[in-house]
């Protein structure tokens, strides 16, 4: 059974940072291209970041682009955020994703494993 377990999420002032991680099992890990989407009260799920399966490409949302930082590990299965420069627009659930597709990887359509999420709230 694939899981994918987030970690890290909290409560941070402007301008703080944080490191999310994503412990994934039941599956081979450096098969997927992983992502992180998140999502906001009241709004729709968006993309943040991506990585390809041997951690060479990125992808990024404009939103974050220059203050967060996708990289994965592959030896111990586990993909991070790192989240730098954090401002209250950024406060959402944000969920890791798996995805074998190598088209669209911008879309929550191409992945198809996701974990349950992990809360971040920046206060102003």
């Known amino acids: 059974q694939v899981q994918l377990v987030e970690s890290g999420g909290g409560l941070v002032q402007f301008g703080g940072s944080l490191r999310l991680s994503c412990a994934a099992s039941g599956l081979s890990f450096s098969s997927y291209g992983m992502g992180w989407f998140r999502q906001a009260p009241g709004k729709n799920r968006e993309f943040v970041a991506t990585i390809s399966r041997c951690g060479g490409n990125t992808n990024y949302a404009d939103s974050v682009k220059g203050r967060f930082i996708i990289s994965r590990d592959n030896a111990n299965n586990t993909v991070y955020l790192q989240m730098n420069s954090l401002r209250p627009e950024d406060t959402a659930v944000y969920y890791c994703?798996?995805?074998?597709?190598?088209?669209?990887?911008?879309?929550?359509?191409?992945?198809?494993?996701w974990g349950q999420g992990t809360q971040v709230t920046v206060s102003s």
């Open positions: 994703a798996a995805r074998s597709s190598l088209v669209r990887t911008t879309t929550a359509e191409a992945y198809k494993y």
